[in-house]
């Protein structure tokens, strides 16, 4: 995301204001799962995300929005990252460093559910990291599971080069997720970013190939209090529902006699030789 330019004159003349974009933005989406086997199960649900500049996070605040401030929505510094309170730009730049990742030398955007009345539960939360020229150098995926463990999974291009919507993103899967899939094989991410919307994509291949869908699409709009307010009203259980429906759909897939592995999955004999692929 770069700067707005806006005509200064009437008259067409030369002159032009700058003006700064937001410091943080809200993602109304939808998000979609589908489950390809052994039996197939998709559902899709509404969303809202916000998406905060790393730089600018004391700047950020209204009446019903705050960073480390008791508010009905609200961000906390200790949630993500070092999950100590410390500066997340710091240390996400340092992640960046240790990886070799120079390139992206820009803004750094975090996009996480909030919490909604001091309680949060981010499934995923994403770290958008850009270079000076606001090309989309890295994308770092902050997953957690119901059990309260987490693994951040940094991504980039093959070639290093801007990421764009053709760029395919690969990592192998570690941190188990699913009581109904095993600990294997590996996602690939999509991101496609336009001025307004955002769209991200996950695919999870296990052993024997594509297994679970994933995609979020959504329009960004500016995050006030009259935005935060209106998402609020639309989703007031907005993280207890996120957790609710995790849960429903697992009771689903067992009513349909979808293999269960458990939090610590025995390896399967047949596949584990491909359980690395990423």
Not at 157 to 162: F, G, Q, T, V, W
Request: contains cysteine; glycine residues 8%.
């Amino acid at each position: 995301m770069g700067k707005a330019v806006k005509p200064g004159t009437a008259d067409g003349s030369a002159s032009a204001t700058v003006i700064q974009e937001p410091s943080a933005w809200l993602l109304n989406c939808r998000i979609m799962h589908e489950r390809l086997r052994p039996k197939r199960h998709r559902f899709v649900y509404p969303a809202f995300y916000v998406r905060v500049d790393l730089d600018r996070l004391d700047s950020i605040g209204n009446a019903w929005f705050g960073v480390d401030r008791h508010r009905p929505l609200s961000l906390r510094r200790r949630d993500h990252g070092p999950c100590d309170g410390s500066d997340l730009a710091i240390w996400m730049r340092a992640q960046l460093r240790a990886a070799g990742l120079h390139e992206a030398d820009g803004r750094i955007w975090l996009q996480a559910f909030p919490r909604v009345f001091g309680y949060a539960f981010n499934p995923i939360a994403f770290w958008f990291c850009h270079d000076r020229d606001g090309g989309l150098r890295a994308l770092l995926a902050e997953v957690r599971n119901t059990f309260g463990e987490r693994h951040c999974y940094l991504l980039h291009a093959p070639d290093r080069e801007a990421i764009t919507r053709s760029t395919v993103l690969r990592c192998k899967k570690v941190l188990h997720v699913s009581p109904f899939c095993r600990v294997e094989g590996g996602y690939v991410f999509g991101v496609g970013e336009t001025r307004g919307n955002t769209s991200i994509s996950i695919d999870y291949h296990d052993a024997r190939g594509l297994l679970i869908r994933t995609a979020l699409h959504g329009a960004l709009v500016p995050l006030t209090g009259t935005s935060a307010l209106t998402a609020l009203a639309r989703q007031p259980f907005l993280c207890l529902g996120v957790v609710f429906r995790i849960h429903w759909q697992a009771l689903r897939l067992a009513i349909k006699k979808v293999p269960f592995h458990g939090k610590h999955p025995v390896a399967d004999p047949v596949t584990d030789k491909s359980s690395t692929q990423s």
